[in-house]
């Protein structure tokens, strides 16, 4: 006897196939239970304690939820146009200085891909209709921003920073003040070359500093870092 399969039968398979089955089996809210639940709270009657609450985190604008206290630099970041989809939320997951360079989460990020995968599952359950989400099919990413540890170990020369930073300078300013615009100096290096990686690879949503990282080459990244953080 031939049977047929509904599309919808079949999309739901793919769905749950590979890392999707973590969350199946408890990884995704173990995870959670693990890394976050001691500062967020998620589901039924949840508020903002040390972090906001996580509901409806898909979608989401950075810094957006009422009544919780954010870092100017997350206010700052959701004003450039971070959403939280399953990519931005893996690399934030990752490494939360990839994409908002100083914040106040005191995390230092989870560098198990499937660990991320999982938890990523999990939260999706928990926003308003995650199955029309865009993010909502793959549940496995790559790392982001992937920038390759030899990029790290690169030393840079701060001679050649000062003489690349003009155009920082513009919007920058040296004396470190912030009027609408934030301080780069003192930077620790890994930081600062973390932050134009993810400008670059447009993974954060500001489009004049995505187009002047995009001009950088590795070692030019390198020495505006060791440039800007021997500045105080």
Request: charged share 20%; with cysteine.
């Amino acid at each position: 006897m031939r049977r047929s399969f509904s599309i919808a039968a079949i999309l739901t398979a793919l769905v749950l196939s590979g890392p999707a089955l973590a969350q199946d089996n408890g990884a995704g809210a173990a995870v959670f239970a693990k890394h976050c639940k001691a500062c967020h709270q998620l589901g039924d009657g949840a508020a903002n304690r040390i972090g906001p609450q996580l509901n409806g985190i898909f979608g989401r604008r950075a810094g957006a939820v009422d009544g919780f206290a954010y870092s100017q630099p997350m206010l700052r970041t959701g004003a450039d146009g971070l959403i939280w989809t399953r990519e931005t939320l893996n690399a934030f997951v990752e490494n939360p200085k990839s994409m908002v360079s100083r914040t106040k989460m005191t995390f230092r990020g989870l560098a198990s891909g499937d660990e991320r995968a999982a938890l990523l599952t999990y939260l999706r359950r928990f926003s308003d209709n995650p199955a029309n989400l865009p993010g909502s099919q793959p549940t496995a990413l790559p790392h982001n921003p992937d920038i390759d540890p030899a990029i790290l170990a690169l030393v840079g020369d701060p001679e050649y920073g000062e003489y690349l930073s003009s155009d920082c300078k513009t919007c920058h300013q040296v004396s470190g003040a912030a009027d609408g615009i934030p301080a780069i100096t003192g930077w620790l290096e890994e930081d600062f070359v973390i932050a134009l990686h993810a400008y670059k690879q447009k993974l954060r949503p500001h489009p004049v500093m995505q187009m002047m990282a995009a001009r950088l080459s590795d070692e030019e990244i390198a020495a505006l870092a060791a440039y800007f953080k021997g500045l105080n």
